[in-house]
C-alpha cells in the first residue's frame, strides 16, 4: 500500500479543478448549493461538470466521466442513475469506481450534538471493500428460471483494505477493527476475507482486532454501537452497515463517505442516494454533499475553507436549523443561507 494518497498539484494561484458529477435526484441541486457556498467563501476550486445520461446505451459519457478524473485526480459526485435494465449496460457508480481502481470506501460516522437521534456520541468509521465482492456484476441466468450471480473475493483486494483499516486506525490514534463478514456461511469468500484481515492484524499488536457476523453486527449496531471503533467489511455488507449507522445518526442527508484508490478520490454522500421522490421540492438536506465538499477541500489541502465551511454547517446544525429528514421545518435553501450567514461572521 501507498503510505500517501497522491494529491493533485494545484495551478496557478493555487487553484483546483476538480470534476463534478452531478447525478440524478436531487443531485443536480445539490451541486448548486456547493458552488454557492464555495464562491461565497471564496474557495479557490473550479468545477468541471460532467453530465452522464442515463438513457444512453452506450458509455461515452462514462468514458468522458472518467477521462476527466483522471485528468483532475478529484471528484465530487452525486448519485448516478442507469435507467435500462439490459443485462449489458452496468451501473455506472459500480463501473466508476472499478474502471478507477476505487477499493476502498471510508465513512466516518460522528453524531451531531444538534441531532435527535438514538444514541448520542456515535463515532464509528466503516472501511469498506468497494470494488469487488457481491458487485462483481457477473450474473447470468443459467436455465431458465435459474439465476447465478458471482460474488469475487481476492486476496490482493482483501489485503489493501485491511492495511487501510489498520493504517488508518494507527494514524488516527483509533484503539480496534471489527471486521465484519459470513464466513460461517460463505466458508471460502468470506473466509478469504477474514483471514486476511487477521494476518495484517498480526502487523499492528496495539490495534485490538476481532470479527463479527454481519447480522449480529447489525444487530449490536442497533443496541450498542459503542462497542465499535472501525468496522472493515466486504462490498455488500458494508452498504447494509453504512446505512444501519447512517440511519443511526439521523438518516441520508448528513454525513458523507470517500473512495479512495493508489492514484483517485472520490467524494459523496454517505449512503449514495438518489433522492429521486424529493427531488426539486426544496426538501432536500444540503448537508451530506457539503460535507463531502468540505471532506474534498481537505484533502486538496484547502484546510482554512474546509474548516470555515465545517464551522458554519455545525453551528447551522445545532443551533437546530433542520430539515424534515431531521424532523425540522427547514427548506434545503433556508439552511444554506443559514450555513453562508455562519461564514460571513467568520469574516466579520
Ligand atoms: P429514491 O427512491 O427517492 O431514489 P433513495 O433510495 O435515493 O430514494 O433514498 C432513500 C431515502 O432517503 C428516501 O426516502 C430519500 O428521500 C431519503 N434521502 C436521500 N437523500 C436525502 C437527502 N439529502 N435529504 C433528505 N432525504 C434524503
Ligand atoms: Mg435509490
Redesign the pocket.
Known amino acids: 500500500i501507498k503510505k500517501v494518497m497522491p494529491i493533485p498539484k494545484a495551478h496557478y494561484g493555487g487553484r483546483h479543478t476538480v470534476t463534478l458529477l452531478p447525478g440524478a435526484?436531487?443531485g443536480p441541486e445539490l451541486m448548486n448549493y456547493v458552488k454557492e457556498v464555495f464562491s461565497y467563501a471564496g474557495v479557490p476550486v473550479d468545477f468541471e461538470d460532467v453530465e452522464i445520461d442515463p438513457n444512453a446505451n452506450d458509455n461515452v459519457d462514462l468514458d468522458y466521466a472518467i477521462t476527466s478524473i483522471r485528468r483532475n485526480g478529484v471528484a465530487l459526485k452525486g448519485n448516478i442513475e442507469t435507467r435500462s435494465t439490459e443485462a449489458g449496460v452496468l451501473s455506472r457508480n459500480v463501473a466508476l469506481r472499478n474502471e478507477l481502481d476505487l477499493y476502498v470506501n471510508v465513512l466516518h460516522c460522528v453524531s451531531y450534538p444538534g441531532v435527535n437521534s438514538r444514541h448520542k456520541n456515535i463515532d464509528i468509521v466503516i472501511v469498506r471493500q468497494n470494488t469487488e465482492g457481491e458487485y462483481a456484476m457477473l450474473e447470468h441466468e443459467s436455465v431458465n428460471g435459474v439465476v447465478e450471480s458471482m460474488k469475487v473475493i481476492t486476496s490482493v483486494n482483501s489485503e489493501r483494505v485491511a492495511r487501510y483499516a489498520f493504517e488508518y486506525a494507527k494514524r488516527n490514534g483509533r484503539k480496534k477493527v471489527t471486521t465484519v463478514h459470513k464466513a460461517n456461511i460463505m466458508k471460502l469468500s468470506d473466509g478469504l476475507f477474514l483471514e486476511i484481515s487477521k494476518k495484517v492484524a498480526k502487523d499492528y499488536p496495539d490495534i485490538t482486532h476481532n470479527n463479527m457476523i454481519i447480522d449480529n453486527t447489525c444487530m449490536q449496531l442497533v443496541s450498542n454501537p459503542h462497542q465499535f471503533d472501525i468496522i472493515l467489511t466486504t462490498n455488500l455488507y458494508g452498504a447494509i452497515v453504512s446505512n444501519v449507522v447512517c440511519g443511526l445518526l439521523g438518516?441520508?442527508?448528513l454525513l458523507a463517505g470517500k473512495n479512495f484508490g493508489d492514484h483517485y478520490t472520490i467524494f459523496e454522500?454517505g449512503t449514495r442516494?438518489?433522492?429521486?421522490?424529493?427531488a426539486g421540492k426544496n426538501i432536500?438536506?444540503p448537508i451530506?454533499m457539503l460535507n463531502a465538499a468540505v471532506d474534498m477541500l481537505r484533502h486538496l489541502g484547502h484546510k482554512h475553507h474546509a474548516s470555515l465551511i465545517q464551522n458554519a454547517i455545525n453551528k447551522t446544525i445545532n443551533q437546530g436549523v433542520h430539515?424534515r429528514?431531521l424532523g425540522g421545518q427547514a427548506t434545503s435553501r433556508e439552511v444554506v443561507d443559514t450555513i453562508m450567514k455562519h461564514i460571513k461572521t467568520a469574516y466579520d
Request: glycine share 30%; charged share 5%.
Open positions: 435526484g436531487i438518516g441520508a442527508g454522500p442516494n438518489t433522492g429521486t421522490g424529493i432536500a438536506n451530506a430539515t429528514d
